[in-house]
């Protein structure tokens, strides 16, 4: 769906639309849409900027960063957006952004796509480390194991040669209790 500028200077524009699982391009490898996403959206023109306020709502499957199983993930954002246009920017030059003007998104022509709006949206609503639990065991680096699930198959870790006096040391250790 298109947000054009010359329809928001009429009248507000309000969205209630699906986006079924495949349609929206989010350029990631690290989740896939497992169901529709559901917005409810109203733009408006407010002092020549596009204001894009509501709420989307998704599933997302992900892979745990620590044992690579997946994991379903709900996806609830509520959104309130300013866009302006790039006209405004000053040309090659260099631009200094105020801290107020770091909230705001900038489109060209005339007007924003709402597919665009709602990738961006859901890609940050993605954690940056994935977790399937919070005390997830992960992999063993050394035969694979999913520990979460099963022990490790490992015999013996190598361990490094100078460390044998402590290993020594700590059996000693371990005997007198």
């Given amino acids: 769906m298109f947000i054009d500028?010359?329809?928001?200077?009429?009248?507000?524009?309000?969205?209630?639309?699906?986006?079924?699982?495949?349609?929206?391009d989010f350029q990631s490898a690290d989740f896939r849409q497992i169901e529709p996403v559901?917005?409810?959206a109203t733009a408006e023109?407010?002092?020549?900027q596009i204001r894009i306020t509501g709420s989307l709502q998704t599933?997302?499957?992900?892979?745990?960063?620590?044992?690579l199983e997946l994991l379903v993930e709900?996806?609830?954002?509520d959104f309130d957006l300013f866009y302006r246009p790039m006209t405004e920017l000053p040309g090659e030059q260099e631009a200094h952004l105020s801290s107020d003007e770091t909230e705001l998104g900038f489109f060209e022509g005339e007007g924003l796509f709402l597919?665009?709006?709602?990738?961006?949206?859901?890609s940050l609503a993605i954690p940056m480390k994935i977790i399937c639990r919070s005390d997830c065991r992960g992999l063993c680096p050394?035969?694979?194991a999913n520990l979460n699930h099963e022990g490790c198959r490992?015999?013996?870790h190598p361990t490094d040669p100078r460390f044998e006096p402590l290993a020594r040391l700590k059996q000693d250790w371990l005997k007198k209790q």
């Fill in 74 to 77: 709900d996806i609830n954002r």
């Fill in 38 to 40: 559901e917005v409810r």
């Fill in 154 to 156: 490992c015999h013996m």
């Fill in 115 to 122: 597919a665009d709006v709602l990738v961006e949206q859901v």
């Fill in 59 to 67: 599933k997302v499957e992900l892979v745990c960063a620590r044992c």
């Fill in 142 to 144: 050394h035969c694979g």
């Fill in 45 to 48: 023109l407010v002092d020549n």
């Fill in 5 to 24: 500028i010359k329809d928001l200077a009429v009248r507000k524009v309000r969205v209630h639309r699906d986006y079924p699982s495949g349609t929206l």
